[in-house]
């Protein structure tokens, strides 16, 4: 049926086709509203792609295409606060970064950011309390706080939330102005990474350790990193394989 209405040129029968079988993350929404585009249909395109979107508004995953065709429909007539609420709606169904980012290049261009970001922020955090437990993987509040550079705020909300990947990154973009917070961060993952083994492990504790020295020779602190160094070779001396690693490094 679909490759005759599409070799009979019958974009209402393809329509109806696909109208049967509209599956939940409004992809079925996206392919009719390209198939009126194509024959010269886009207000009819445009109906049905912002149907797609009220259908499936309440859906954490839904085809990015979909959103991306409207929001790209929308800016092409300058119709920025529209597209604003779409980008709000799907970072309140979504709550993932990349919503989030979507929102905040929509709302730079339309001018209202400040105000747009406070009210993100606000439904991540209560987003944040509503998943709390989860230690597997840290709140996207603090991700998008990152991706900000709002990193004092970031500090505030990292406890007791974040994950370890978090709060490497927090500690990475914070070293050279917070080098003692930095530093406590970088001491507690050097700590988790004493009983796993392996290559990469031991790399990424040679990694840490640099970042370690760091953040001593900012405060000045060195012999307490000499010290502290040759203290951990003596901890694990019989891993072999990470002494040449730190000797490598010039730990």
Same mark, same amino acid.
């Given at each position: 049926m679909e490759r005759l209405a599409k070799a009979e040129g019958d974009v209402d029968a393809l @329509? +109806? !086709?696909?109208?049967?079988?509209l599956v939940p993350s409004g992809a079925t929404h996206l392919r009719i509203a390209e198939e009126l585009g194509a024959a010269g249909r886009p207000e009819d395109a445009l109906s049905w792609a912002e149907r797609g979107l009220r259908d499936t @508004?309440?859906?954490a995953h839904v085809d990015g295409r979909l959103v991306d065709y409207v929001c +790209?429909?929308?800016?092409?007539t300058g119709r920025k606060a529209e597209t604003v609420? @779409?980008?709000r709606d799907r970072l309140l169904a979504e709550r993932s970064l990349a919503a989030y980012q979507q929102l905040r290049a929509a709302a730079r261009a339309a001018d209202c950011w400040e105000t747009e970001r406070a009210a993100a922020l606000a439904a991540l955090r209560e987003g944040t309390r509503q998943e709390r437990g989860g230690w597997h993987r840290g709140p996207v509040l603090i991700d998008a706080l990152l991706d900000d550079g709002d990193l004092d705020t970031a500090w505030r909300e990292a406890a007791d939330r974040a994950d370890d990947r978090q709060w490497q990154q927090l500690a990475d973009l914070s070293r050279e102005t917070r080098p003692a917070d930095a530093l406590a961060v970088y001491l507690r993952l050097v700590e988790l990474l004493k009983g796993p083994t392996g290559d990469r492990v031991y790399e990424q504790m040679a990694r840490l350790l640099l970042d370690v020295r760091s953040c001593h020779r900012s !405060?000045?602190?060195?012999?307490e990193f000499t010290a502290y160094v040759a203290d951990l070779r003596a901890e694990l001396k019989r891993r072999r394989k990470l002494i040449t690693i730190l000797d490598r490094h010039g730990l």
């Open positions: @329509v +109806a !086709l696909y109208m049967k079988d @508004v309440d859906e +790209a429909r929308y800016t092409r609420a @779409v980008r !405060l000045g602190t060195e012999d």
